[in-house]
């Protein structure tokens, strides 16, 4: 009677704790995901337990996983990384990128405020607990997306940039096939439940190459513990802590970022990043069935990345390769520069087989724009040719006039 009795306590606790609403958050606190992940998820038990890494002899627990370098994209480690999946909070990564693009073309201005929509404030999950009316500008809401994956602050972002979160979601979309993104849709700026929202382990390491090139986003990613100040003027305001739900900030040397992301669905998510000297990797990891493996998992994929490989540094992005005649050019002679970092993966002890030459074309006439190609950077492994990389004019050159070839003809002759 008494072993009864106790079965059906915990049956019905079963099923209290099954109806709370875990569901909709799209990041929580690490204390409490445990909690639900141990009381109250019991499909958690269909995840894989051990996936087997190829050629490299690892297993990962995770339903899927990739380890690129940021540089190249170059694939280091896959397993199931095409595979469509719920991103979670891991969609946050695209919303960011967006942002920082429309901030480098001059649309946006991290100092612009912001005012928080009825929409935004509505948010669920994970967020700053904002109200409709306040004003933040664009820094501080993406220091709480960054930081403390904040849904209310991807929304009021979104409707900034583009009028609503409906058409910001349809840019995503733009964005992401623009980048070969395609095993995602997306249907919202956040991650929140949803369905036919899903990406895969290959295309969120795509979209995380391309948001770490704004250097500025590390600045937020690396904060560990910040403050902001949330309410409406005149009433009572108060001081918000964030706390980075990236727990690979505090703990792995050289982690630079990126996101971390949960619902039931989706399972613990992560796109992790970290740089030693000129290697940066990001690894990805989707469906792990707890927080704490996901970040041991992803540490695991780094360490094997930076235990094997190294980065040649050629190049960055912007440094002078040159100076180049330009045939009736004004001016005549320009640099021609980088328009990207150029850096070569090598394996562990390989380094000094990597030499470049550079390449111009007999004849560069005006009139040329900047950014245009001008040349190229080739690349050798030993005396293998393995790559060539544009290089591209610092400015614009006009034509130069009749005036201006005839004084430079007589400075020749003279």
């Known amino acids: 009677m008494l072993r009864y009795k106790k079965t059906v306590l915990l049956l019905v606790a079963i099923l209290v704790i099954g109806m709370m609403p875990w569901a909709v958050f799209a990041e929580e606190d690490d204390t409490i995901k445990e909690m639900i992940s141990s009381a109250a998820e019991p499909e958690q038990a269909v995840l894989?337990?051990?996936?087997?890494?190829?050629?490299?002899?690892?297993?990962?627990?995770?339903?899927?996983?990739?380890?690129?370098?940021?540089?190249?994209?170059?694939?280091?480690?896959?397993?199931?990384?095409?595979?469509?999946?719920?991103?979670?909070?891991?969609?946050?990564?695209?919303?960011?990128?967006?942002?920082?693009?429309?901030v480098e073309r001059g649309q946006m201005s991290l100092d612009d405020k912001i005012t928080i929509s009825e929409k935004a404030a509505s948010m669920g999950g994970s967020q700053m607990y904002m109200e409709p009316g306040e004003q933040h500008d664009l820094e501080t809401l993406m220091k709480g997306i960054a930081i403390v994956s904040a849904n209310d602050a991807c929304v009021a972002v979104a409707e900034h940039h583009s009028g609503s979160a409906d058409i910001f979601v349809e840019k995503m979309n733009k964005r992401a096939a623009e980048l070969g993104m395609k095993n995602t849709n997306f249907v919202?700026?956040?991650?929140?439940?949803?369905?036919?929202?899903?990406?895969?382990?290959?295309?969120?390491?795509?979209?995380?190459?391309?948001?770490?090139?704004?250097?500025?986003?590390?600045?937020?990613?690396?904060?560990?513990?910040?403050?902001?100040?949330?309410?409406?003027?005149?009433?009572?305001?108060?001081e918000l802590g964030l706390t980075n739900t990236n727990r690979l900030i505090k703990i792995y040397p050289g982690a630079n970022g990126i996101k971390t992301g949960f619902t039931q669905?989706?399972?613990?998510?992560?796109?992790?990043?970290?740089?030693?000297?000129?290697?940066?990797?990001?690894?990805?990891?989707?469906?792990?069935?707890?927080?704490?493996?996901?970040?041991?998992?992803?540490?695991?994929?780094?360490?094997?990345?930076?235990?094997?490989?190294?980065?040649?540094?050629?190049?960055?992005?912007?440094?002078?390769m040159g100076m180049i005649v330009i045939e009736k050019g004004s001016p005549n002679m320009i640099e021609a520069v980088a328009p990207e970092n150029i850096n070569v993966l090598v394996k562990k002890g390989e380094r000094d087989n990597i030499r470049s030459e550079l390449s111009f074309g007999d004849k560069i006439s005006a009139p040329i724009a900047k950014g245009d190609?001008?040349?190229?950077?080739?690349?050798?492994?030993?005396?293998?040719?393995?790559?060539?990389?544009?290089?591209v004019a610092a400015e614009d050159v006009d034509k130069a006039s009749l005036m201006q070839l005839y004084i430079r003809l007589i400075k020749t002759l003279s």
């Open 48 to 102: 894989p337990t051990s996936i087997t890494g190829g050629a490299i002899g690892m297993t990962v627990d995770a339903k899927s996983a990739i380890l690129i370098d940021a540089e190249s994209g170059t694939v280091l480690f896959e397993h199931n990384s095409h595979d469509r999946l719920p991103p979670a909070s891991v969609t946050k990564i695209m919303t960011m990128l967006l942002i920082m693009e429309a």
């Open 188 to 238: 919202n700026t956040n991650g929140l439940p949803v369905a036919n929202h899903y990406s895969s382990a290959y295309d969120i390491a795509l979209m995380s190459k391309e948001l770490m090139k704004h250097k500025k986003i590390q600045d937020w990613f690396t904060v560990w513990m910040t403050n902001v100040t949330v309410g409406l003027p005149g009433k009572k305001q108060t």
């Open 373 to 391: 190609k001008i040349g190229e950077l080739i690349i050798f492994e030993k005396d293998k040719e393995i790559e060539r990389c544009p290089l």
């Open 265 to 320: 669905e989706a399972g613990y998510c992560l796109s992790a990043s970290a740089e030693r000297g000129d290697l940066a990797l990001i690894a990805v990891i989707m469906g792990s069935p707890t927080s704490k493996i996901r970040f041991a998992e992803a540490s695991k994929l780094l360490d094997y990345g930076f235990a094997n490989y190294d980065s040649v540094k050629l190049a960055e992005k912007g440094e002078t």
